[in-house]
């Protein structure tokens, strides 16, 4: 049986008989009636400029409401060279098998998702439907991407993020998040929840010795030395990068967790959303 069969039959599974999939509040986000944010025109309640964005983007934004009650789900999978990497099981199989849970959970609930990929730039993307052939779509995009020499470019993600998605929605942002984002624009217009993947030997890298490593993102071979120091220094920025990730979410009222790539996606998720 192929890796995409596998995880559309169990992720559908889990999504259609399980808690996750039962709960119509799962996706329910804080204001819903807020829809989006567009620039100002004559006759606008001055009451509703966002100043904050209106400052960032140099020209009046105005928030816009309305009964909708519909969800707007964005899938978006950040496909860095750095999540071809797994000691049990691929990051970027883990992104894969999250994604279809979250497009399942959709459907289920009877609201659009769409899914992006993105790195440096827009990658691929598969509009908002309530169809279940999308979601087969969606896994066989992010299975047969490859994202070795791939980089993240936080701030043209966060640029088209608002400028492309007009509609308030929950945009899903899930990657191993190794390098600084700043998403505090865009968690102004829409609801963000971050899902952070990430594989327990690359925060707790064993002593090895001296070993021959490959850049996934550079695509640079070199030779180091992981002794006891070195993992030590490693376990250290990741300390340090975690804490000020953390910190930005909290921050900025974006929910998130982690999932490591040993653990059941649809667990993670049913606790961050049910707290089950």
């Known amino acids: 049986m192929s890796k995409i069969k596998k995880i559309l039959i169990k992720t559908k599974r889990q999504v259609f008989s399980e808690i996750i999939g039962n709960n119509p509040s799962i996706f329910q986000g804080e204001g819903l009636e807020f829809v989006e944010l567009r620039e100002y025109q004559y006759g606008d309640d001055v009451k509703k400029i966002d100043w904050y964005v209106s400052a960032k983007m140099q020209k009046p934004y105005v928030k816009i409401y309305r009964e909708e009650r519909e969800l707007n789900i964005v899938i978006v999978s950040l496909l860095s060279g750095s999540v071809n990497f797994g000691s049990k099981k691929l990051k970027i199989d883990t992104i ?17 998702f769409s899914s992006l990929i ?32 791939q980089k993240i470019d936080s701030k043209n993600l966060v640029n088209y993020l608002f400028e492309r998605i007009r509609r308030r929605s929950i945009i899903f942002l899930i990657g191993d998040f190794l390098d600084p984002i700043d998403l505090k624009l865009i968690s102004r217009k829409h609801e963000i929840i971050a899902l952070i993947v990430r594989d327990k030997l690359e ?41 000020a990730l953390y910190s930005h979410f909290r921050k900025n009222r974006i929910r998130f967790t982690k999932i490591y790539t040993h653990e059941e996606p649809f667990v993670k998720l049913s606790k961050l959303f049910i707290g089950k």
Do not use: M
């Open 96 to 112: 894969a098998e999250t994604a279809a849970i979250l497009a399942f959970s959709a459907i289920k609930n009877g609201d659009l």
């Open 118 to 149: 993105f790195t440096d730039s827009l990658k691929d993307f598969i509009k908002p439907t309530k169809q279940y052939f999308a979601v087969r779509r969606a896994l066989e995009r992010i299975l047969s991407f490859n994202p070795l020499g």
């Open 203 to 243: 925060e707790e890298p064993p002593d090895l010795g001296f070993i021959s490593l490959i850049d996934p993102v550079k695509l640079i071979q070199g030779n180091t030395d992981l002794n006891s120091k070195t993992s030590k220094s490693v376990k250290k920025e990741i300390y340090r990068n975690d804490h």
